[in-house]
């Protein structure tokens, strides 16, 4: 299914651009781009969330106190 959106002509002339610079359509390059920045919006919320962490100190302790369970957890003891 596919529908019209409204793009700017310099936002068309890119994708253009693109398509023929990859010999990939149009869609399949909006896709990829909606697809990046999923992605970047994802990790800049979860870097946030890190920072807003790091400066509440009882819950960056637990963070810690629970990194330090799992890497002891992780030991490998086959040897």
Do not use: C, K
Not at 38 to 61: I, P, T
């Amino acid at each position: 299914m596919s529908t019209t959106i409204r793009v700017s002509e310099e936002t068309r002339s890119r994708f253009a651009e693109l398509a023929r610079a990859t010999g990939r359509p149009m869609t399949e390059l909006l896709d990829e781009a909606a697809d990046a920045l999923e992605r970047r919006v994802f990790f800049d919320r979860f870097a946030a969330r890190y920072a807003e962490l790091r400066h509440d100190a009882d819950a960056w302790g637990e963070i810690e106190a629970e990194r330090a369970e799992e890497s002891s957890s992780l030991s490998d003891h086959s040897a």
